[in-house]
C-alpha cells in the first residue's frame, strides 16, 4: 500500500470535502467531518429526537447512515468515484437520544476495482454500538483534477 | 403457521398504530403505511432533495431506513416488542430525487423468538433498487393489550 | 427477461455439467443435481457423518457449501463464468446426520454484470435450515461455445 | 474484559479440545489447530484437489467452513456453547491447490448472550482471501465442568 504521506492525505481532504459539498442528505442528519486520511475516515453525530425509532431508541437506518458516510468517505478517498453494492451492520447495543456517535472507518481489503470497508460505530462512553461492513465497487470519474491538484 | 383472519390483522394493524405514533425518525422521512398484517408490511416513502448524497443519487442510509421501518413493522406485527440485531442490504439501482419507493415486507423463517425478515424495495418502475435481509429477536412486552382488543 | 425457453434452458444444462465436471469439492460433498434453468437450480445432499461438529449437528460450513455450488450454478447458468464475491448465511434450524438438504436458487436481482442469487436450503420435513444470499460478478469467459450448440 | 490468564487459556484450550474431538467435518477438511485462547483462536489448512470447484479454485464454502469453525472455537472459548446464527464472508482473492490458509479470529463485540466474531483468512503470502463476520449466541450447557478445572 503507498504509505498515507502528504500528498494522499491532501488528495483525500479534497474529495471528501467535493462530495460533502453536494451531500444534502449527511448535512440534514448533522454528520461532522472529525479527519479523513487515504483509506481512513472517522466522523460524528448527534442523535436527536427526530432520529428515534417506536421504541424510543435511535432508528438502525440513522445509525446505518453514519457508518455509510464514512464508508463513503473511505471508498472514495483515493479521488476514484465509488458506489456501495451491499453492507451488512450488526447493532451492538441500544443508541439513545443526545447520544454523541462517533463512527471510524478504514479500508480492510481490495486493493482493485472492489473494497471492502469496515466501519466501527462507538458512542461517548466508548461502546462500541454498531459494526458495519460495506462493498464497494468504482465507477468512471474523479472527484478533484489531480494534475491541477 | 397461523393464518391471517381479521384478529390477525386486527393486531398488527394495533400493534403497527402504536408504534408509528412514537416513530419520529420514520414520520421525518416521509414513510406512508400502505398496508400491514401479520408477518407482511408495505411503506412507501418519495426521495427528498435532503435525501441525496455526494454523488447526487439517494443516500444508500435512507434506502436502508425505509427498509428497516417496514423489517421493524413485520418484526413487531404479532404484538410482541422486538428489535433489529443485524441487517444486509445490496443495493441493485440507483435512486433518484422525486423517486417513489415502496418497500415490501415479509416473514422469511424463524417461528421462535428469532426471526429472518426480507424487504425488497421497489421504484415507480416497478425497478428493484433493494434487497434487504434482517434478523431481528423479541425483547419483553407487547404493544398493544391483547386482552381488551 | 428472456423467457426460459428450451435453448436456454440447454444452455443451463450443457454449463452445469461442464462445470461440474471439474467441481472436486461438490462431488466430495455428495451433492446431486435436481434441476437447472436460466437463473434457476436446484441440488440436494445427505449430511454424512464426516460433516458433523462439535455439537453432533451438521457444520455450518458443509450448509453454505450446497448453498453456494447452488448459487455458482444459478450464476453460471447463462453460460458467462461469474465467481461469488460475497455471501450472507441465515442457520434458522439445526441439521442433523442423515437428514436430506434440498437447495433452491434463483436470480433475485441484477441484469448486468452483478448478480444477487437467492437460495434457500430445506430438510427432508420442508423445513427452512438456511437461507443464503451471494453477489456475484461475471468475469471473461464461457463455459460452452455457443455458436456450435 | 476479563484479561486473558492462565486460567481464561486453559479453560479455552479445554473447551476447544472438547469441541475438536467430537468434530469429524474440520477434521476430514484438514483443519489444524494453531493457538486458542478465551476470545480468540487461530487454525490453519492446506487446500486439496478435493476442495476444488468448477472454476479450478477452492470452493467458496471450504473458505466459509475454515472461518466457521475458527469463529465456533472463539464463541466456545468462554466454555458456554454457543452456535452461529448467521454469517457474512467476502471473498477478496481467489484460492489455489496447495495453499496454506491461516484462519485468525477474535471476538469484536458482545458481551452478553450474542457475540460478533470476526475471522480473517490469509495464505501463505499473507495475502487477505476471505473476510468473514459471524453472529453467534449461547445455548445451555457448559463444554467441561469448570468446578474440576
Known sequence: ???????????????????????????????????????????????????????????????????DTVCAMVANSRNQKSVLQSATVTLTAPVHKDDILTATGHRSAGEGRVAVIDVTVTNQKDETVALFRGSTYEIRGTHVDQAGD
Open 1 to 67: 500500500m503507498i504509505p498515507s504521506d502528504s500528498t494522499a492525505r491532501a488528495l483525500a481532504e479534497a474529495a471528501t470535502a467535493r462530495m460533502l459539498e453536494a451531500d444534502e442528505a449527511s448535512r440534514a442528519m448533522g454528520m461532522n467531518l472529525v479527519t479523513v486520511d487515504r483509506d481512513h475516515a472517522v466522523f460524528d453525530m448527534r442523535v436527536r429526537e427526530d432520529m428515534l425509532n417506536g421504541l424510543n431508541t435511535c432508528h438502525g437506518g440513522i445509525v446505518f447512515s453514519l457508518a
